[in-house]
């Protein structure tokens, strides 16, 4: 009797621990769901990632340098982070580029295991897109109160066809922290809480700190947000809301200046490091630049190839192909025009400001001039207004990146369509509709957005860099050395800029991963922005071999000059080798193959 008794009144409890695990393995399923689609849609980059890059050697290899240095630096003397080893002699030269910090820590523990800088940039691409499928999925959740909603909006957010055109970019790939921004400033909005204030200033910081293009995109967003409460809810701008969001947002930007005076320092010592809005205007989208699928787009990759071939005469395929795939376009009109008519309370904000912000980013992304299928239209942009109103404006070179806000958006309101379409269906279809329905969008979604096989670039790695590497590694101290030739000097590359010139992407990047072996200083480098000083070397050398070279060489403090001699024809080389064994200033001191090192003599 006992027996029974005790087996009856577990009954309920056993019901209630099955109720309380449910919706933790369902959020299991979900993380797990993600980390495969993050990597499937990578593929084969976590099987071929120890050894290989995305498509080619250039900015691959150079996000690889990037997190290697943030992560030596760091562990050596964290207060010389942006004086890297590139560029010498010039100070701040991390600031050339993107910082990366937010991802550089958190690969510290990768790049311990690993100790392979190829393979934690490439794994850390796969987590970041992870991370943002995450992302959008708790604020759409949020939102909607659906997780298939949330589920629909983390794919759309993290595999829309631009995202998969910016695999050779790491730092464009750390945009989870947009969607965390807003989720807590939609909590903040809502409640009030310190605490929320607080998480979105954190958020915030770790976005900017990531990226300085995805910062600027997420203050346009916040910005846009406040406009639209106030419009709506004017009388929520109390004075402590008011009050505690502006010391949260102080308290963000004063962490944030210490890795922005470096930039601000570059810029003033360097008239060239802003970009001209002639530069800008060569990157802005064209309006049919929307209806392009990049080549990593399965379905879409190959019906829109024609099209794509018009991107080259300005910016690109990468950056000109803004498709966001066909699914996300219907769910999110869909969604936006259920909000409109049928939204109450809560949701009427939410479609206003989802709307809003995807109008704005569209209209961003077409730049500074309006191009319309190839041709320039004379027609005032607002984007020309706030590059000169607003000083982060003119570091973004790219304004087509500002699409990462409207598939943000649509990912958002795709989540509330998908949430109305679930519970029509669940009135009238039986308990394993609601089911057999989100498993029919998701596939539709996936189908939509899926990649095709990426492709990989095979590198070298540490051991089986040239050995001239090892040799230098060995040297004491910081041995500024020179590795010759340049990037070529052609008259009209030369003004035009050298990152226009075929040479340099084709030297440099690799000369820079390779200094992850050695860290000495190196008057080489690859970066966003190329120094007056690596063009006055570039100079300096079209006459080379030549007493001018070696006379700006050592004017710059250069130890070291290795001849690749590979590079050069053997008539060239057997010129350069006569004319460094007749000069006394120079001492031939090692040779590995084809690889000449000399001393340059004070």
């Keep these: 009797m006992n027996e029974q008794t005790s087996g009856r009144n577990a009954s309920p409890a056993s019901a209630r621990k099955k109720r309380d695990r449910g919706p933790m393995v ?234 922005a005076i470096p930039y601000l320092k570059v810029q003033k010592d360097e008239p060239r490091f802003e970009r001209e809005i002639e530069e800008v205007d060569l990157f802005s989208a064209d309006v049919r630049d929307f209806a392009i699928a990049p080549t990593e787009n399965l379905v879409w990759g190959r019906l829109t190839a024609g099209l794509r071939e018009t991107t080259e005469e300005r910016g690109g395929e990468t950056e000109r192909s803004l498709f966001p795939g066909l699914v996300p376009l219907v769910l999110g009109v869909a969604g936006a025009v259920l909000l409109f008519r049928r939204g109450k309370g809560k949701e009427r904000f939410f479609v206003r400001y989802y709307v809003a912000i995807a109008v704005a980013s569209f209209v961003l992304c077409l730049g500074s001039s309006l191009y319309f299928f190839g041709h320039r239209l004379n027609v005032p942009m607002p984007y020309e207004l706030f590059y000169y109103l607003f000083p982060g404006f003119k570091v973004i070179r790219v304004p087509g990146r500002f699409i990462i806000l409207v598939i943000l958006s649509l990912a958002v309101l795709s989540g509330f369509a998908v949430k109305a379409v679930i519970g029509r269906v669940s009135s009238w279809r039986g308990e394993a509709a609601p089911a057999v329905a989100a498993l029919l969008v ?58 226009y010139e075929e040479t340099w992407p084709q030297r440099e990047p690799m000369r820079a991963y390779y200094s992850t072996l050695h860290w000495k200083k190196i008057f080489n480098g690859y970066s966003g922005f190329i120094p007056s000083s690596y063009y006055d070397g570039v100079f300096a050398t079209r006459d080379f071999p030549s007493s001018e070279a070696i006379d700006f060489f050592k004017a710059e403090g250069v130890e070291y000059m290795i001849i690749h001699g590979a590079l050069y024809d053997p008539l060239s080389l057997q010129e350069i080798i006569e004319w460094m064994s007749d000069h006394d200033s120079l001492e031939l001191i090692e040779r590995f193959g084809d690889d000449y090192v000399y001393r340059l003599k004070r």
């Design 26 to 259: 369902l959020t299991a399923v979900i993380i797990f769901l993600f980390l495969v689609l993050s990597v499937v849609f990578t593929r084969p980059m976590l099987t071929k990632g120890d050894h290989a890059v995305y498509k080619d050697p250039y900015d691959t290899t150079f996000q690889a340098w990037t997190l290697a240095w943030d992560i030596h630096a760091l562990s050596e003397n964290p207060l010389d982070l942006f004086n890297t080893n590139i560029y010498y002699p010039n100070p701040y030269t991390l600031a050339y580029s993107e910082h990366q910090i937010t991802t550089a820590v958190m690969a510290i523990p990768l790049m311990a295991i690993t100790g392979n800088p190829v393979q934690t940039a490439n794994y850390m691409l796969i987590f970041n897109l992870f991370l943002c499928a995450l992302g959008a999925y708790l604020l759409t959740r949020r939102l909607t109160g659906n997780r298939t909603a949330g589920v629909v909006a983390g794919i759309i957010f993290a595999f829309a066809p631009p995202r998969l055109a910016h695999m050779g970019h790491l730092q464009l790939s750390a945009a989870c922290w947009i969607p965390l921004s807003l989720l807590f400033l939609h909590r903040y909005s809502e409640e009030g809480r310190t605490r929320d204030a607080a998480l979105f200033a954190l958020f915030f910081l770790l976005q900017t700190l990531a990226t300085w293009y995805y910062g600027i995109i997420l203050a346009v967003a916040v910005l846009i947000f406040l406009a639209v409460r106030l419009v709506m809810n004017r009388k929520g701008f109390t004075v402590r809301w008011t009050g505690v969001f502006l010391l949260s947002v102080l308290v963000a930007l004063l962490l944030i200046t210490p890795f």
């Design 442 to 499: 998701v596939g539709l979604l996936l189908v939509d957005l899926m990649s095709a096989t990426l492709p990989m670039y095979a590198v070298p790695l540490a051991d089986e860099f040239p050995p001239v590497y090892t040799w230098l590694e060995g040297r004491e101290g910081e041995a500024p050395t020179v590795e010759m030739p340049l990037a070529e000097y052609d008259k009209e590359t030369f003004e035009w800029g050298l990152q």
